[in-house]
């Protein structure tokens, strides 16, 4: 496609894979990138609202890591390799799945009403089922400390035996259920 014909129809697809935009940040430690990512190569751009919704959680994200390096911290695993250049202050929290479009959820089997498809979940990634209770308790611990409520916190794992954490928060208004469960997916 020719220059003047792209600048003509800029399409959604085309800003998804704009490396500028991946590489905004929404914390210290979380870009857009990450909390936008997905393997299906369908278009997955949130809106202004969205945003918002994950920069909200992004900052639990972050209370989360300087909990989890407080107590646990010192791993020798190697940094990863999405972690910042030239930083070593701490073990990362890696983001499997953040925002969803709705093509992108429904071709991962996301439920129709999944927090992803407004910004405000996240797929938390862990070693195992002891990783996973750690990082729910740090979550838990976080919203009774802070008063702040979350939506779901869920520990789920698979028939392959891999665990991960749900983790969803909600604008205040919309209303946020502490919905804390164990699912098999
Ligand atoms: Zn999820």
New binding site residues.
């Given amino acids: 496609m020719k220059l003047a014909e792209h600048l003509a129809s800029p399409n959604v697809a085309a800003l998804s894979h704009s490396n500028k935009l991946d590489d905004i940040r929404l914390s210290p430690h979380f870009t857009l990138g990450e909390m936008t990512k997905t393997s299906t190569g369908l278009p997955n751009v949130p809106n202004e609202a969205q945003v918002k919704n994950l920069i909200r959680l992004c900052s639990w994200l972050e209370m989360l890591r300087d909990e989890w390096n407080r107590r646990y911290g010192g791993s020798d695993a190697p940094a990863p390799s999405n972690s910042p250049k030239g930083e070593d202050d701490g073990d990362p929290i890696i983001v499997t ?1 953040g925002f969803r479009s709705p093509a992108v959820n429904k071709a991962v089997g996301g439920v129709s009403t999944s927090n ?1 498809l407004t910004g405000c ?1 996240a ?1 938390i990634r862990v070693a195992g089922f002891k990783e996973a209770l750690r990082k729910a308790v740090i979550l838990l611990d976080i919203s009774d400390e802070s008063g702040e409520d979350f939506d779901e916190l869920l520990i789920e794992h698979n028939r392959r035996g891999s665990y991960w954490i ?1 983790f969803a928060v909600r604008p205040p208004t919309q209303g946020n259920r502490r919905k804390v469960r164990f699912i098999y997916a």
């Fill in positions: 799945s992803h979940a797929d749900h």
